[in-house]
C-alpha cells in the first residue's frame, strides 16, 4: 500500500444513492482472490451493454471521464454484501478517493484497508460538488489529506473528518501486516517467554 501524498484527481459524478457492492463488482466476477484485475469488470452490468458493447450512456464511458481518480457517488454508497472486491475494482480501475453523504459501513473498513479514502461530506455539499463536475469538463479535485481539504479547480473547498488512526494508516502506507511489524520485538519476546506454554504457572 502506497502512502497517501496529496494528488490532483479528475473527478466523476455518479448521481445515484444506495450504490451496492453487487452493483460496483457483480457476483460472477468474484472467482479470484489476487487483488489485482478487478478493475474491468467495475460497475459491469451498467457499463456495458448485453452485447458486450460499452454503453454509450453510462458516465464511466464518457470521454470526459478517462483517466478518472475520484468519485463523487450518492449515500450509502457500498451497501449490501461485505465482498472486498467492491474497493479492489474501484482501486484496480484508477479510484483514490470515494466521496459520498454515507458509505455502508463494511464497505468503509475494506476499503481504508486497501488504501482507498472514502471522504463523507454533507448532502448539500456533494449535490453541489456533483453539480460543479457535470458543468465542467476536466473538472479536477485536489485531495490533502494530511490537511483533510478537498480543494476544486475552480476555487471550491471543503474541509473533512477522519478518524486518526485509519489517517496515520492511510499517511504511512500502512496495512495490517504493517502495523503487526510494528511489534516484531515485542511479539518475539512474548514467544520466546512461552516457548511451553503448556508449562505455565498459573497465578
Given at each position: 500500500m502506497?502512502?497517501?501524498?496529496?494528488?490532483?484527481?479528475?473527478?466523476?459524478?455518479?448521481?445515484?444513492?444506495?450504490?451496492?457492492?453487487?452493483?460496483?463488482?457483480?457476483?460472477?466476477f468474484l472467482i479470484k482472490i489476487d487483488r489485482h484485475g478487478f478493475g474491468r469488470h467495475l460497475f459491469h452490468n451498467e457499463r456495458f451493454l448485453p452485447n458486450g458493447e460499452a454503453n454509450p450512456d453510462f458516465f464511466?464511458?464518457?470521454?470526459?471521464?478517462?483517466?478518472?481518480?475520484?468519485?463523487?457517488?450518492?449515500?450509502?454508497?457500498?451497501?449490501?454484501?461485505?465482498?472486498?472486491?467492491?474497493?479492489?475494482?474501484?482501486?484496480?480501475?484508477?479510484?483514490?478517493?470515494?466521496?459520498?453523504?454515507?458509505?455502508?459501513?463494511?464497505?468503509?473498513n475494506n476499503s481504508l484497508k486497501v488504501g482507498l479514502l472514502l471522504v463523507e461530506l454533507q448532502q448539500v455539499e456533494v449535490a453541489d460538488l456533483m453539480a460543479r463536475i457535470e458543468k465542467t469538463p476536466g473538472y479536477t479535485v485536489t485531495v490533502?489529506?494530511?490537511?483533510?481539504?478537498?480543494?476544486?479547480?475552480?476555487?471550491?473547498?471543503?474541509?473533512?473528518?477522519?478518524?486518526?488512526?485509519?489517517?496515520e494508516r492511510l499517511l504511512a502506507g500502512g496495512d495490517e501486516i504493517a502495523l503487526t511489524l510494528l511489534a516484531e520485538d515485542k511479539i518475539a519476546a512474548y514467544e520466546k517467554a512461552h516457548a511451553r506454554p503448556w508449562e505455565a504457572v498459573l497465578p
Open positions: 502506497e502512502p497517501f501524498t496529496p494528488r490532483t484527481l479528475l473527478a466523476a459524478a455518479y448521481d445515484r444513492p444506495n450504490v451496492d457492492t453487487d452493483l460496483i463488482i457483480p457476483k460472477q464511466l464511458n464518457f470521454p470526459r471521464y478517462q483517466g478518472v481518480g475520484l468519485l463523487v457517488g450518492g449515500k450509502n454508497f457500498g451497501c449490501g454484501s461485505s465482498r472486498e472486491h467492491a474497493p479492489w475494482a474501484l482501486e484496480d480501475y484508477g479510484f483514490s478517493v470515494v466521496v459520498a453523504p454515507s458509505f455502508g459501513d463494511i464497505f468503509r490533502d489529506l494530511a490537511a483533510q481539504t478537498l480543494k476544486g479547480s475552480d476555487g471550491w473547498s471543503s474541509h473533512f473528518e477522519i478518524d486518526p488512526f485509519h489517517k
